[in-house]
């Protein structure tokens, strides 16, 4: 096997990506192989407790370069113990980031954006910031100004309002899918500049009680509401009933 070219045994081993355990496994065979499965092992880090990830955030710089993607949803007691000066010291360690998830880590400040959002700029394309209720519009504009290259956002229960949100369309017009489910603060005004600045977008707005869809202009397929949701429901218990 260790005759295989390189590009197939980085193709073998990618399909282990989801077994770290198995990885560090194959990654102690021998220096080539070592070599192959370092940016696998290290591009997304399973982190399933706190103590995990503070000991995560103690590895050297060289392998927290090769950090791609990071997600903290699986972390219990997040909401209460990972800390502004955490999430700061997981961006400058992995400055390459092209996703986070930090969703219900409710003690973080804009602070915190502003630095996620000037250190990973336009590398940033998923970002899930969800139940992060000390976030507001200064964090959020950090976005627009800096993290141009989104394409995936969840900003669910959080406080954006229209003016971050606006200022969002039009810096980052390749968003694809954003939630925005219980934004109560969010109205009719932004959905209009983000029809009109992001043609690819699908809008998740469950809960978003400002917002009036008949007082939109322009049809459009893009917004998923309350109604949609029950439609879902029905045709799902419809074919369950045939």
């Not at 990830?53 to 950090?67: D, M, T, Y």
């Not at 915190?112 to 209720?133: E, F, M, W």
């Not at 606006?166 to 932004?190: F, Y």
Request: proline fraction near 3%; hydrophobic fraction near 40%.
């Amino acid at each position: 096997m260790n005759n295989l070219p390189t590009e197939i045994l980085h193709y073998i081993f990618s399909s282990l990506a989801e077994d770290q355990n198995v990885l560090l496994r194959v990654s102690i065979v021998c220096r080539h192989w070592h070599a192959i499965t370092r940016s696998i092992l290290h591009r997304h880090p399973q982190l399933y407790s706190i103590k995990g990830f503070q000991k995560f955030l103690k590895i050297p710089k060289s392998n927290g370069l090769l950090v791609r993607e990071v997600d903290l949803s699986l972390l219990p007691q997040r909401g209460s113990s990972i800390k502004d000066s955490d999430i700061i010291s997981l961006i400058t360690l992995c400055p390459n980031l092209t996703g986070l998830d930090i969703n219900f880590c409710t003690q973080l400040q804009d602070t915190t954006l502003q630095y996620i959002a000037t250190t990973l700029g336009p590398r940033l394309t998923n970002l899930n910031v969800s139940q992060c209720p000390k976030f507001t519009d200064v964090g959020f504009m950090a976005l627009a100004t800096k993290c141009t290259g989104l394409t995936t956002l969840n900003f669910s229960y959080t406080d954006i309002t229209d003016l971050a949100l606006s200022q969002i369309a039009s810096t980052c017009p390749t968003i694809r899918w954003l939630n925005l489910k219980c934004c109560e603060l969010v109205t009719d005004m932004s959905l209009v500049e983000l029809k009109r600045w992001c043609k690819e977008l699908r809008v998740e707005l469950v809960g978003c009680w400002g917002v009036v869809i008949e007082d939109i202009e322009m049809e459009y397929d893009g917004w998923v509401t309350d109604e949609d949701d029950e439609e879902e429901e029905e045709e799902e218990d419809t074919v369950a009933t045939v």
